[in-house]
């Protein structure tokens, strides 16, 4: 069993910060790969970020500049560092992770919300 703990989430106001957390725990034998997708009311989900357990990353376009997505392979946690946030940053943040518990499996967290309002 493995699970997945967000954790960040809030109410900020335009230009402000916040840093997602999403630790993932349980029977794993390694993480290839995580990511934060975003799901606004009204939208489908949708990659912000998404990094391997090397390092790589890729970034949505509207992320670009101001969001950052970093990995712990010590504690298996991945961060969203998102700065300059505005109200289209809003929206349900679930992580994701593609990785391995006896074979190839993917899970996702249960959301956290975030929300741009002055």
């Known amino acids: 069993q493995v699970q997945l703990e967000e954790s960040g989430g809030g109410l900020v106001r335009p230009g402000g910060s916040l840093r997602l957390s999403c630790a993932a725990s349980?029977?794993?034998?390694?993480?290839?790969?995580m990511a934060w997708y975003r799901q606004a009311p009204g939208s489908q989900r949708a990659m912000v970020a998404s990094?391997?357990?090397?390092?790589?990353?890729k970034y949505a376009d509207s992320a670009k500049g101001r969001f950052t997505i970093s990995f712990d392979n010590a504690k298996n946690t991945v961060y969203l560092q998102m700065n300059s946030l505005k109200r289209e940053d809003a929206g349900v943040y679930f992580c994701?992770?593609?990785?391995?518990?006896?074979?190839?499996?993917?899970?996702w967290g249960q959301g956290t919300q975030v929300t741009v309002s002055s």
């Open positions: 994701y992770a593609d990785l391995i518990s006896g074979w190839a499996l993917e899970y």
């Open positions: 349980g029977d794993i034998d390694s993480i290839n790969s």
């Open positions: 990094i391997t357990a090397s390092g790589a990353s």
